[in-house]
């Protein structure tokens, strides 16, 4: 038996731009969780890293090191890239100077003898466009090893008909930002989520992590786990929204239902926000989208700084109300 790490949608840019106020960059806390992926490939004898689209980097230059840890370390590394790629030409240029790094600039396949899998990359133009097309030209494998098509899209680019009929086991995706695990055609089609992100609240709010592949004689099983560190939350009213005297509170990445009715009262809601604040002192809260009369269009704080800074939490509470029905 071997073992590959599947991940997807790093995001990994240095830029912020003016659409948060963030304690911390993204950048810096998906540095802290990319860089555990050395520890699993070092003590899981990981044969192959799988990555599958969107790590849009600011710079190419900032993904070598990682590139050079984990081949180093005895794993190759699989790319192929996601519709917010734009600079994959330059990614190629950079970091196919490296040996074990192999990218799927344009469709093909490799066999990996250490891995004892083969890998089919098929990358991701702008908008998806075409990819549904493009898989179902994809030729067929009938091998005596298990295959991985390796790719970038939401689950509809990936029909059951064609699943079927390709014969590829397991499915490494990228696209969609949360752990999903879809049978499909006789197949598992796996999203392994996010690294981490705070620049878009709704749909990062979920939990970041990984997926550890096994690659056995028969197939391939997987299990997702979740990276070390500080995760985003989500927690909001939404007073469009309404049941007599309560309204709408929806909480992401909480324990708790994802949606119920709390009363609209100001002690009630200040008291559930410093509740759920204090539960997760380390983790970072990311308010809806509101523009007007902020200087950005999010908070992104952790539980600790909003409950020790008066002034932030008083930011924090006026921007968890929705400012529109169907805010984001």
Request: hydrophobic residues 35%; charged residues 25%; proline residues 5%.
């Amino acid at each position: 038996m071997t073992r590959f790490i599947h991940i997807a949608d790093l995001h990994y840019a240095r830029h912020t731009g003016n659409a948060i106020t963030a304690e911390r960059t993204s950048f810096d806390v998906q540095s802290e969780k990319l860089a555990q992926l050395a520890d699993v490939i070092r003590e899981e004898s990981i044969k192959a890293v799988l990555i599958a689209g969107d790590i849009e980097v600011s710079d190419p230059e900032d993904f070598v090191p990682y590139l050079k840890t984990w081949t180093a370390l005895g794993a190759s590394v699989y790319v192929v890239y996601g519709d917010h790629d734009l600079n994959r030409i330059a990614y190629d240029d950079c970091w196919l100077q490296m040996e074990h790094v192999h990218s799927f600039l344009q469709p093909g396949y490799i066999f990996d003898e250490a891995l004892g899998a083969g890998i089919y990359g098929l990358s991701c133009e702008t908008n998806q466009a075409g990819l549904k097309e493009e898989f179902a030209h994809t030729p067929l494998r009938d091998d005596p090893y298990p295959n991985i098509f390796l790719s970038h899209g939401s689950r509809d680019q990936f029909p059951a008909s064609v699943v079927t009929r390709l014969g590829f086991r397991y499915y490494a995706l990228g696209h969609h930002h949360r752990y999903e695990s879809i049978h499909r055609g006789g197949a598992n089609l796996v999203y392994p989520g996010h690294i981490f992100s705070v620049w878009d609240g709704c749909g990062k709010a979920w939990p970041t992590g990984y997926v550890i592949g096994e690659v056995t004689p028969t197939g391939i099983t997987h299990e997702f786990r979740t990276f070390k560190g500080p995760e985003t939350r989500r927690i909001s009213f939404n007073p469009f929204f309404r049941d007599g005297s309560r309204l709408l509170l929806t909480q992401d990445n909480l324990d708790g239902p994802p949606e119920q009715w709390v009363e609209d009262d100001e002690t009630v809601l200040r008291e559930l926000l410093h509740t759920t604040l204090a539960a997760y002192p380390d983790d970072y809260f990311v308010t809806p989208s509101q523009s007007k009369g902020y200087p950005t269009r999010r908070l992104s704080m952790t539980g600790r700084l909003l409950l020790e800074d008066d002034k932030r939490f008083e930011e924090f509470f006026a921007r968890s109300f929705k400012a529109k029905k169907t805010t984001q």
